[in-house]
C-alpha cells in the first residue's frame, strides 16, 4: 500500500515534556511536510522538505524541529511542549510544491 | 499575512442545490490551485485542481472557474448530495519552493 503513515494517531502529555511524531511516505515522492490544523480547523504550514533540504521554515517557535533521514521520512521533534501546541500536526508529500499533496492520517496531540 | 482568502466562512445549501465556494489571493506567482475536502475526523484530500493555462476545471459534479485577471477561483458543486457535507478548502503554490497557502476554509452542510 502506498500512502503517507503517521504515528502515533493520539497523543496526551504534560507541558514541558519533549514529543515527537512520526512520517513516513511509501509514494516515491520528492517533498513532504508537516502541517498544524488547530480547533478552528486553519492548516499552517510549519516545515517543508525536499529530498532532506529545508527550503522552507515558516517563523514557528524554536522548540519545533523536523528531522529526515531520508526522502521517505520527516518526523517532527517539540522539544517542551506549551498548552497551544494542542492541535492536530498533519504530515503531508507531493512530487513537487505545485502538485497534488497527500496527507497522513494526522497526530493528534493534547498538552495538559 | 493571508495569501489565500476563501469565503463563505460556512454555507448551507439543500439537496440538489449548487454549491458555490469562493477563493482569492495575492501573490501573482502562484500557478496551482487545488481544492481538497475534509470530512469530520478525516485528512485532507484532494478533490479537484487547476493551473492558470486554463479558466476552468469539470471533474463530474465539481468545477472550477479560474480569473486569472481578477485573482479569483471558485469551486462549484452541482446537485450538491448531503455526503458533500464537509469543510472545503482551496490551495495556491508556486513552482518556487514555497509550500502550498491554503484558505481558512468552508463548512459546507448539505441538508437532504
Known amino acids: 500500500e502506498t500512502a503517507v503513515f503517521q504515528t502515533p494517531n493520539y497523543h496526551v502529555t504534560q507541558v514541558g515534556n519533549e514529543v515527537s511524531f512520526n512520517c513516513k511516505q511509501t509514494l516515491g515522492h520528492d517533498t513532504m511536510y508537516w502541517y498544524k490544523q488547530d480547533s478552528k480547523k486553519l492548516l499552517k504550514i510549519m516545515f517543508s522538505y525536499n529530498n532532506k533540504q529545508l527550503i522552507v521554515n515558516e517563523t514557528v517557535p524554536r522548540r519545533f524541529s523536523p528531522q529526515s533521514s531520508d526522502k521517505a521520512h520527516l518526523n517532527l521533534r517539540i522539544k517542551s511542549v506549551e498548552p497551544e501546541d494542542s492541535a492536530v500536526y498533519l504530515c503531508?508529500?507531493?512530487?513537487?510544491?505545485?502538485?497534488?499533496?497527500?496527507f497522513g492520517s494526522g497526530t493528534r496531540l493534547l498538552v495538559i | 499575512q493571508q495569501q489565500v482568502r476563501q469565503s463563505p466562512q460556512s454555507l448551507t445549501v439543500w439537496e440538489g442545490e449548487t454549491a458555490i465556494l469562493n477563493c482569492s489571493y495575492e501573490?501573482?506567482?502562484?500557478?496551482?490551485f487545488p481544492w481538497y475536502h475534509q470530512f469530520p475526523g478525516e485528512s485532507p484530500a484532494l478533490l479537484i485542481a487547476i493551473r492558470p493555462v486554463s479558466n476552468k476545471k469539470e471533474d463530474g459534479r465539481f468545477t472550477i472557474f479560474f480569473n486569472k485577471r481578477e485573482k479569483k477561483f471558485s469551486l462549484h458543486i452541482a446537485d450538491s448530495q448531503p455526503g458533500d457535507s464537509a469543510t472545503y478548502f482551496c490551495?495556491?503554490?508556486?513552482?518556487?519552493?514555497?509550500?502550498?497557502?491554503f484558505g481558512a476554509g468552508t463548512k459546507l452542510s448539505v441538508k437532504p
Open positions: 501573490d501573482s506567482t502562484f500557478d496551482y
Open positions: 490551495a495556491a503554490s508556486d513552482h518556487n519552493n514555497n509550500a502550498p497557502r
Open positions: 503531508a508529500s507531493s512530487h513537487r510544491v505545485d502538485s497534488d499533496y497527500t
